[in-house]
């Protein structure tokens, strides 16, 4: 086998050694059955087998592509956040018609080539309601860091203008924990202090103070403590924001 211009004995032996390998699980009962342990593996492989043998997105499309929606089938989403990697034809693809594809697929090289794309089609997609911040990946989500308007996004999305958005609301707290954590602590104290956000929100922000604020924003959630009518479990969350050091 040639890897690169060197060339590679494959022989039964060597075969055998690397499915013994942590690389693969035994798949049933049957001795020679085995598959990738993690499937992050075999997506990959399988996106640098398209991209090696020149099966452009346009070839592979009709097979990851719902064509009822569009998106590409959730199950292919790792292997179509890799082809975006290796592939300009399918990053265009997803960041224009898919994007929770690219935040959910695990793989940063995905966001890192054009990460304000990817913001300016997330703002797009969540004004459309067809943006699911559950599926986004700390992976992929770290590719934004550093991003010229993540800032920005992150304080229009938070910031006090008396809008009431829980989806915009997570979606900002959940890329700005992992790639603005400083800022995003910052605007999670005011979203967690304000009453006319959601319950949701507010416990989400709670979080992220608690993980990455410092004792000013810490003290911001203070009142939520004394707060009339604030469930049990916002009111724990702002305690454990506090703890130990500020209660």
């Known amino acids: 086998e040639l890897v690169g211009d060197e060339s590679v004995r494959v022989d039964a032996t060597s075969v055998a050694a ?8 035994p798949a049933s009962e049957a001795v020679e059955d085995v598959r990738f342990r993690f499937q992050s593996y075999a997506e990959l492989l399988a996106a640098e087998w398209c991209d ?3 099966l452009n997105w346009e070839r592979v499309k009709p097979i990851v592509i719902d064509r009822r929606t569009g998106c590409v089938y959730p199950h292919l989403r790792g292997f179509a956040a890799w082809m975006a990697a290796l592939r300009e034809d399918a990053r ?17 090289d995905a966001i890192r080539h054009d990460p304000q794309a990817v913001l300016t089609s997330l703002a797009r997609g969540l004004e459309g309601r067809r943006v699911d911040p559950s599926r986004f990946h700390r992976a992929s989500v770290r590719g934004l860091a550093g991003c010229p308007g993540l800032s920005t996004f992150l304080t229009s999305a938070l910031g006090d203008d008396g809008r009431v958005d829980p989806l915009l609301d997570r979606a900002a707290l959940v890329i700005g924990e992992v790639a603005a954590p400083s800022l995003t602590a910052k605007l999670a104290a005011g979203v ?3 009453s006319r956000r959601g319950l949701g929100s ?12 410092g004792p000013e924003d810490r003290l911001r959630v203070k009142p939520l403590i004394s707060e009339p009518g604030l469930p049990g479990d916002a009111r724990a969350a702002a305690i454990w924001s506090l703890w130990p050091d500020l209660i």
Not at 18 to 25: D, E, H, P, T
Not at 92 to 108: F, H, M, N, P, R
Not at 202 to 213: D, F, H, I, N, S
Request: glycine residues 10%; proline residues 0%; aromatic residues 6%.
């Open 18 to 25: 690397v499915c013994a390998s942590g690389l693969f699980q």
């Open 52 to 54: 090696a043998h020149d």
């Open 92 to 108: 265009t693809y997803l960041i224009e018609q898919d994007v929770d594809a690219l935040l959910g697929g695990s793989v940063i």
């Open 192 to 194: 967690a202090a304000n």
């Open 202 to 213: 507010r416990t989400l922000a709670l979080r992220v103070v608690r993980e990455w604020g």
